[in-house]
């Protein structure tokens, strides 16, 4: 901010006063810049001394021209730069690794994956397989029940065949035996006899 006409300050670097005009306060405002807090010969006086360049790591002071680290400090960022260096090419060695091995797993997750995979699809054929033979156990099974009257029937008919052979081997047997009782009681004169009797009736 602007005052109405010149203003002393107090150089901090000799703390003897000096006058900043209207017209540098001007100035100032102009570019921007605040108030000085050095005279105008401690400005003078820094200006014309030579300018040092100073290790930014310690503080050492250092030639022109040199770098911003004194030998030292030049020797143990090199130091540190390598170490750093070293570590990141391990940590990087360790992720290639940990990659290798996730792409080793990877495949053999795939693999693992395909063979059951290959399982499934194996046990789907034999479903499919197991399907159709109860759908054929199931036909069969319809078709049977289709045909037990069928086969009712043909039971009956073989049971009564079964029993009309019984009686008539029954009877067969009762003649064998009353044959067999008549030629024993019948002498073999009275069968010859018989016979011829049957004979002339016939030729009669």
Request: proline residues 1%; neutral net charge; hydrophobic residues 30%.
């Amino acid at each position: 901010m602007l005052k109405d006409g010149d203003i002393n300050l107090t150089c901090r670097q000799c703390g003897r006063e000096f006058v900043f005009t209207k017209a540098e306060q001007e100035f100032y405002e102009l570019k921007g810049f605040t108030s000085p807090s050095r005279c105008q010969e401690c400005r003078s006086t820094k200006q014309n001394q030579p300018h040092h360049l100073v290790c930014s790591q310690c503080g050492t002071e250092l030639e022109k021209g040199a770098s911003i680290y004194c030998t030292a400090c030049l020797a143990s960022a090199h130091l540190e730069f390598e170490l750093k260096t070293k570590q990141s090419q391990k940590a990087a060695s360790a992720a290639h690794t940990k990659l290798l091995a996730s792409e080793s797993q990877k495949a053999e997750l795939a693999e693992s994956l395909r063979q059951k995979g290959q399982l499934v699809a194996e046990m789907e054929l034999k479903v499919n397989s197991l399907n159709q033979d109860l759908d054929k156990a199931h036909q069969f099974q319809a078709t049977l029940g289709s045909l037990q009257p069928a086969l009712n029937e043909i039971e009956q008919r073989l049971e009564a065949l079964e029993h009309a052979q019984n009686k008539i081997n029954e009877r067969m047997l009762q003649v064998v035996e009353r044959m067999h009782e008549m030629y024993e009681n019948t002498g073999l004169l009275e069968i010859i006899k018989r016979s011829l009797r049957h004979s002339q009736g016939q030729g009669t």
